[in-house]
């Protein structure tokens, strides 16, 4: 074999292992992006159900169940976790738009501590419907006085009781509060969802 040969056959070899080590070094690349379009996907397609703001399929009381992990329980697989949920109900039964507002509010929350995978995309998707959820309850609970009003402090504060309420029951340890912070670190630049702001139309709603 000649020299030439020689040659070519080696530099053919060099170029082969240098696409497969390519390959391989890139399979986790795609790999992580297929999972965080997944995600995406699913965050986006979770939404509060009309069955969940009346009621009809309400958990039993988890107990001290209810703190024996960041995620909580939800036995009834709402996405809601089930002591926050039934806290909301037992603060306003008489008012499904509030339920439904709160409880959107509650299942952007949680959220947070049930994504199988968290990375920059996945964060910023959770809390644009984080800010979704606050701009309908703040657009049903307190409405302006039209479209181009601004809000007076006396809003901000009606908003920030209904906002308080709903997080001080989802943030209710010193644990959660800690893996807030830690889930928020990988957040980035969003903006306002394409979803509707509200998950139920108040307007089909009896009170």
Request: proline share 4%; glycine share 2%.
């Amino acid at each position: 074999m000649s020299i030439f040969k020689k040659i070519l056959k080696w530099g053919a070899a060099i170029v082969a292992v240098f696409y497969v080590a390519v390959v391989l070094i890139r399979i986790p690349h795609f790999y992580n992006l297929r999972k965080t379009e997944e995600q995406v996907a699913k965050i986006h397609a979770t939404k509060l159900a009309l069955d969940d703001v009346m009621g009809v399929n309400l958990p039993p009381d988890p107990g001290a169940l209810a703190d024996a992990t960041i995620e909580g329980v939800d036995a009834n697989q709402n996405g809601i976790r089930d002591d926050v949920e039934l806290a909301i109900f037992k603060e306003y039964p008489n008012s499904a738009k509030t339920r439904a507002v709160l409880l959107q509010y509650a299942l952007a929350l949680q959220m947070e501590v049930v994504q199988s995978f968290v990375n920059k995309e996945t964060v910023t998707e959770v809390v644009t419907e984080q800010s979704r959820a606050d701009t309908c309850l703040a657009d049903i609970l307190v409405p302006r006085k039209s479209p181009e009003s601004s809000r007076n402090y006396s809003d901000i504060e009606k908003i920030d009781v209904y906002v308080n309420f709903v997080k001080n029951k989802q943030l209710n340890t010193d644990v959660r509060n800690r893996a807030r912070k830690d889930f928020l670190k990988n957040l980035g630049s969003y903006s306002e969802s394409t979803n509707d702001k509200c998950d139920i139309d108040s307007s089909t709603l009896p009170n």
